[in-house]
């Protein structure tokens, strides 16, 4: 039976495939109701390509379409396409497409949802809907073979009728613990398929296919999400995260047989406030106005926030690279963040499950020597500011390990926070070695190996050097990274023409902002996969917890030497950057790369 389950995979891969799809597409004589409209308000995750030939003209355009199509990259796709001709040509023979046409069967809109249902069982259905214009005949071919060869194989398939459409169910055997799995259903109108794996399901959107009043479109959370996108969307998606976290509470209670466990998850997450966060939802535009791409990401929790995420107060200021920050950064994040009502949220969160409980602890973090206790308002967040940035750069030449990174935390009183460093190193038992420079202790710490890589290497690895200066806690994993930041005297990055460039696109008020140049951290994954670490680390990662990728390893090594130089790459990436905004409807995070005139 197992063969039967790889002829059904095989067809619920051509649902994956459709809708990761592009293509070049014909306009429809009659557009059907958009998928929001049409599914149910219960729907939690939903993702939408407005239009695949859009797209897919989008991304030809764009730089990474550009470099796709560039001559110098010509042997090593040709390389490439070799050796994935064998499986084309299969899957020609048994569906009669191959993986090329296969992924330009689509010409309209694509989505994907998952759909909640009452249901202990099966507390959800996925449908997949992909309109497919002018190749619906060539479509319907590949479905009717692959059905059909799932049938050959043993998987159970009956047909039935609803609404003059017919709908294929494909029955799969059953699991090892003897559940049955849920079926898999298409069926086609005109150019729109629909593939589900619950037969209701495609009969609610047949029976709903002109719209329907309680859809996800419907939704408030939906509606305010995509306020916030603007009109030009090319790829949307969504998740209702209150439908979510439920739903996952409710299964779980199902698996355990314990009813009330779900009731208690749910008083649990309105005690912690996280009820009060409504969706996500994000979108992707490619080759538009002056950006090569452009992404929005949106986290709804309306106001009055409680709990957790009152921890969160973001307030909009005038957030541009500290004088100190140097021209040469790959990357910079600075974020606004008011840490003094982080603190109360947080005192208050701990008071309602012990009242007092940061006092209980204060009484205890007393330094070797005795001495005043440690006071968390006081000492640590009354002389921290409200802002945090972290840079980063790599030392030449670049390999895997010459990334610098270091974060900063601007402080409203040095000289307090000073006094604060010493009793914390004497509480944490640490013994740092000490020195001057530039008129500033630094303290060197020794780390142990915290945690592995892929590969092999150290996550984090010392050591680690702090100091107050500037107004300023720095703490950097490369110490010359620090006293480059403490010398000074070379150019800052908000004078440099390229971040200029970026710095264009952002708001003068903003919650946070970054920056970055890609070439720097691209020009180390080139490096990994020319000279075999690349495919050395994901055969390391297949070996510690994954499936095997051996075989996507070895197409790496024996095509890596068809790459063409860096340069051919270098000259396709540009700098970009991003912000966020907060308001009363919670945070949108915008960012963007910008169009180079001429790659």
Known sequence: MRTATRAVLRLALTGCLV??????????????????????????????????????????????????????LKPWKDSISEKLEDASKSLKDKVGVSIRELIELPQGTISLAVIGRDDPKIPAAMVITADVG????????????????????????????????????????????????????????????????????????????????????????????????????????????????????????????????????????????INGLKAFAGSVVLNVGDYDS??????????????????????????????????TVSGYQTLSWDLDAAFAALNEILNMFQPGMLNVLEQQLVGPNGGEPLNFQKDIFGPLGNRITMISDYKKPIKEDSQRALVAVALSDAKAFERTLGKLIALAGGDPKKREFQGVTIYDFELPNMGKQVGGNA?????????????????????????????????????????????????????????????????????????????????????????????????????????????????????????SLSDDDGVVFTGFTLRKAKP
């Open 19 to 72: 809708l990761s799809g592009l293509s070049i597409a014909a306009p429809q004589a009659r557009a059907a109701a958009p998928p929001e409209n049409v599914l149910p308000d219960s729907t939690f995750l939903f993702v939408k390509i407005n239009n695949a030939a859009n797209l897919r003209e989008s991304f030809l355009h764009s730089q990474f379409g550009q470099l796709w199509t560039d001559s110098a």
């Open 459 to 579: 996550a984090v690895r010392g050591p680690m050097s702090l100091t107050v200066a500037k107004d300023t806690l720095f703490l950097s994993s490369e110490a010359t990274l620090l006293e480059q930041v403490l010398r000074g005297g070379g150019a800052s990055l908000a004078d440099s023409a390229s971040f200029q460039e970026v710095v264009k696109e952002i708001p003068s008020q903003v919650s946070s902002m970054s920056y970055n140049r890609p070439e720097e951290q691209a020009r180390i994954s080139y490096d990994m996969i020319k000279n075999g670490q690349f495919s050395k680390a994901i055969r390391g990662a297949a070996g510690a917890a994954g499936p095997d990728l051996s075989k996507f390893a070895d197409l790496i090594d024996q095509d890596k030497d068809k790459l063409p130089d860096f340069a051919v790459f270098s000259k396709y990436l540009s700098q970009g950057g991003g912000y």
């Open 134 to 273: 002018k190749n619906a005949a060539t479509m319907l071919e590949v479905l009717n073979k692959a059905t059909k060869q799932g049938e050959e194989k043993g998987a159970k398939v009956e047909t039935q009728e609803f609404k003059g459409q017919t709908l294929h169910v494909i029955h799969t055997d059953k699991k090892a613990d003897d559940k049955a799995q849920p079926p898999l259903v298409w069926t086609q109108n005109k150019s729109i398929f629909t593939i589900a794996t619950e037969v209701n399901a495609v009969k609610e959107m047949i029976e709903h296919a002109e719209g329907r009043a309680e859809s996800l479109a419907s939704t408030e959370s939906y509606t305010q999400a995509l306020k916030k996108f603007g009109t030009e969307t090319q790829i949307l998606w969504y998740v209702d995260v209150a439908r979510f976290v439920k739903l996952i509470a409710q299964a779980s209670a199902a698996s355990q047989k314990n009813p009330g466990q779900a009731q208690q998850a749910e008083a649990m997450l309105q005690v912690l406030g």
């Open 294 to 327: 452009l992404t929005k990401t949106v986290i709804l929790a309306p106001a009055p926030v409680q709990g957790v995420l009152k921890m969160f107060k973001l307030p909009k200021i005038a957030l541009r690279p500290e004088p100190w920050v140097p021209a």
